[in-house]
């Protein structure tokens, strides 16, 4: 890393708390690996895909794992790797490996993973040998035709293969993520829901946010919570689980338990006032929120011989100016220039 001089703190002394203007203490760090991905689906990118990111620019697993390091140190305590799709990534295992690793004022941090689970069935068994914890596993529909057409690839049995995979080596819990869109997989809910519960897994609908490369999202063609809920209703009893914290998630039990769904509601139900997640591009831009306009630059940072100091002091800064909220029903909202690929979830 062209000779950066790592800064050692003195051991003796615990870093104040990662805290923003608004009191909220972030804790998770989401790192994207790559911005690219093996699927192309319709609320993420267009059919040709997107320009990828420079290869100069993305971070190399040295610089990601000093960035991890800087965090954890100032008391990150969970790190997620997104993407794109991060098992794209070749050294996964090895990123994995060296994260899980790290120790700060709380210890090791927790290390999990977003796929779309392709890779799974021949990456599962190294990845938690490796010290990953757990993974979220997207899938929208149990309809073979419906997820050709929505991932404009025919890849639902290699995504059930993968679903099996973590789930044979030991993952837990499994989380299934599915993005609930009108008119397109609506009425599949209590089968996805249906699917979960009988394998020991949990199910989570995700409301569709403005994150798709072609800005073409509309609020009107969005299932909203409440949809998501009266639907699963009809079929379950569900019962609210208490203490949801700082996740994204509302929890509730599927007829008494001990299965659980969940519900992101971004949109209509927003979390902010609890959020305590950063998240770190391929190509080292440390954002404070998913929606967030402005990046801090940490990769010429690094590049530039930065020490451990300056390093966590830029990513206090960035914390420093998060805002309350995302804003996304105020009229001046504008959807990031980045589209989810290249942000990372």
Same mark, same amino acid.
């Given at each position: 890393m062209g000779?950066?001089?790592?800064?050692t703190?003195d051991a003796a002394?615990?870093?104040?708390?990662l805290?923003d203007?608004?009191?909220?203490?972030?804790?998770d760090l989401?790192?994207?690996?790559t911005?690219r991905?093996s699927?192309?689906c319709?609320y993420c990118m +267009?059919?040709?895909g997107?320009p990828w990111l420079?290869g100069s620019t *993305?971070?190399?697993?040295?610089?990601?794992?000093r960035?991890?390091?800087v965090g954890?140190?100032?008391?990150? @305590?969970?790190?997620?790797?997104?993407g794109g799709?991060?098992l794209?990534?070749?050294?996964?295992?090895d990123?994995?490996?060296?994260?899980?690793?790290?120790?700060g004022p709380?210890?090791?941090p927790?290390i999990?993973?977003t796929t779309?689970a392709?890779?799974?069935p021949?990456l599962?068994a190294?990845?938690?040998d490796?010290?990953l914890a757990?993974?979220?596993?997207?899938?929208?529909?149990?309809?073979?035709? /419906?997820?050709?057409?929505?991932?404009?690839?025919?890849?639902l049995? =290699?995504?059930l293969?993968?679903?099996?995979?973590? =789930?044979?080596?030991?993952?837990?819990?499994i989380?299934?993520n599915?993005v609930?869109?009108?008119?397109v997989?609506?009425?599949?809910?209590? =089968?996805l829901?249906?699917?979960?519960?009988?394998r020991g897994y949990q *199910? /989570?609908?995700?409301e569709? *946010? +403005?994150?798709d490369a072609?800005h @073409?999202?509309?609020r009107?063609?969005?299932? @909203?919570q409440?949809?998501?809920?009266?639907a699963l #209703?009809?079929?379950?009893?569900l @019962?609210?689980?208490?203490?949801r914290?700082?996740?994204?998630?509302?929890l509730w039990y599927v007829d008494?338990?001990p299965a659980?769904?969940?519900?992101?509601?971004?949109?209509?139900a927003?979390?902010c006032?609890?959020?305590?997640r950063?998240r770190?591009?391929?190509?080292?831009?440390? #954002?404070?929120c998913?929606?967030?306009?402005?990046?801090t630059d940490l990769?010429?940072?690094l590049?530039?011989?930065?020490?451990?100091d300056?390093?966590a002091?830029?990513?206090r800064?960035?914390i420093t100016?998060?805002?309350?909220?995302?804003?996304?029903?105020? +009229?001046?909202f504008?959807? +990031?220039?980045?589209? *989810?690929?290249?942000?990372g979830g």
């Open positions: 000779g950066a001089r790592v800064s703190p002394a615990t870093p104040a708390p805290v203007r608004f009191g909220r203490v972030h804790r989401r790192i994207s690996l911005d991905c699927l192309r319709t +267009p059919a040709e997107v420079p *993305m971070l190399s697993t040295d610089e990601l794992v960035i991890a390091a954890v140190a100032q008391g990150i @305590t969970e790190i997620r790797l997104t799709e991060p794209l990534r070749p050294d996964v295992v990123v994995v490996r060296r994260m899980a690793a790290l120790t709380g210890g090791s927790e999990s993973l779309n392709l890779r799974l021949a599962a190294p990845l938690r490796a010290g757990r993974v979220n596993i997207s899938i929208d529909t149990l309809d073979r035709e /419906r997820f050709a057409a929505l991932t404009r690839r025919d890849r049995h =290699d995504t293969a993968g679903i099996a995979a973590a =789930d044979s080596v030991g993952f837990s819990p989380k299934l599915a609930a869109m009108r008119g997989n609506d009425d599949e809910l209590v =089968d829901v249906r699917f979960a519960v009988d *199910m /989570r609908f995700i569709q *946010m +403005p994150l072609g @073409t999202w509309d009107s063609a969005m299932v @909203t409440r949809e998501v809920l009266d #209703r009809a079929a379950f009893t @019962t609210e689980v208490p203490g914290g700082s996740a994204p998630a509302e008494g338990g659980t769904v969940g519900v992101i509601a971004s949109v209509t927003p979390f006032g609890s959020c305590d950063v770190l591009t391929a190509d080292g831009q440390l #954002r404070s998913l929606f967030a306009r402005t990046e990769r010429t940072l590049r530039e011989g930065a020490d451990d300056a390093l002091a830029a990513v800064a960035c100016g998060k805002k309350p909220g995302h804003d996304i029903d105020d +009229p001046s504008l959807q +990031p220039d980045r589209p *989810m690929s290249a942000i």
